[in-house]
């Protein structure tokens, strides 16, 4: 006998939403234009992820998105900053000394040098860049473990963002966030998602599963940034690297 034979399909909770009826009536409500933390680009509070495949300079434009809401600036000098604030940028492979020079490389060849300069002076305490890199925090990168549970790190992590009401988060590579193997990445998703702020995801790999599940992908080609979203589609921005910065082309 069938093992559903005595059951009633109307006590069945498969049975209790029948159809995508539910979803064809609920309306799709993208944010609205002054609740993007970078204006046409990046909602606040989103899971971002940045990509390349052949091409370098991930770090370099995480940086330049990274000071453009610390020092509430147009980000590639045409797309303003809607909610400059605090933000904390988190490097797990490059030295405190490595990410000093790309700082004062990007100072160097900012635009509008002047304005940039005050900016900054203005709001020293808005950009704050950690290197796990050198070991001396007591703490490994990774915010989850195995299992999936927080780390003293993502501890660290939310506190910081609490207290600071951060407006960024950048994890710089991703994937040394979470160790090699965890099982569900899933789990790393519902950490970030509690963090009240927007994070910025740079993967060092062209494919990974860690950003499939982002509202934002931004990936960079030889031709410029090619930006997927789940609220405005598909765009493309025209950049290019000149003098270690990247540059708007249109």
Known sequence: ???????????NPFALKLGIKEWQSRPFTPPKPEEYLIEELIPAHALVSLQASSVFGKT??????????????????????????????????????????????????????????????????????????DECFGVSPHLIDVSGSMTKTYAYLNQFVEYFKCKLIVLDPVEDFFPDNLKNISELYLKLRQINATVLLVADHSRNEAFHKVEVGMGISESGLRVHSDYLGCRDIGMTMGAGIWFPTT
């Open 1 to 11: 006998m069938p093992i559903s034979a005595n059951m009633k399909i109307e006590e």
């Open 60 to 133: 370099t434009l995480a940086t330049q998105l990274a000071m453009s809401v610390a020092f509430n600036l147009p980000f590639l000098g045409h797309f303003p900053c809607l909610q400059p604030g605090k933000v904390l940028y988190i490097n797990a492979r490059d030295t405190d000394e490595d990410s000093h020079r790309r700082f004062k490389r990007l100072c160097r060849e900012w635009p509008d040098a002047a304005n940039f300069s005050r900016r900054i002076d203005e709001n020293l305490d808005n950009f704050t860049h950690i290197s796990l890199f």
